[in-house]
């Protein structure tokens, strides 16, 4: 079982940075890729950026240029250094991880708690 913490959510001034991170612990092989989605009210969760193992990077256009996500293998966590925010930015922010709980098992999506972040206009 894999366990994620949040941190980092907060109010900021569009046009702000904030930085997000996440850390897994637990009981788990590998982690694969790593990621945040983000789920305003009565929306459905959308992507927003995925690093995997090797470091290959993808994001969603509305974010793409502004917001930068990376991740340190030694400990386990995820980062998303968000840039020049708006408030369309404003919305909960969830960490996804891929791990495997062995090397023969298949890959499972664990999601952390959620973090707040609401960007001030």
């Known amino acids: 079982q894999v366990q994620l913490v949040e941190s980092g959510g907060g109010l900021v001034q569009a046009g702000g940075s904030l930085r997000l991170s996440c ?3 637990g009981g788990f092989f590998s982690i694969n890729a790593m990621g945040w989605y ?4 009565g929306n459905q969760r959308e992507f927003v950026a995925r690093i995997t193992s090797g470091g290959i990077t ?4 509305s974010v793409k240029g502004r917001f930068t996500i990376s991740r340190d293998n030694g400990n386990n966590s995820v980062y998303l250094q968000m840039n020049s925010v708006k408030p369309e ?16 098992s298949s890959s499972r999506d664990y999601w952390g708690q959620g973090t707040q972040v609401t960007v001030s206009s």
């Open 23 to 25: 850390a897994a612990s």
């Open 38 to 41: 983000r789920q305003a009210p």
């Open 58 to 61: 993808n994001y969603a256009d």
């Open 89 to 104: 930015d404003t919305t909960v922010y969830y960490c996804n991880v891929a791990a495997k709980s062995s090397r023969t």
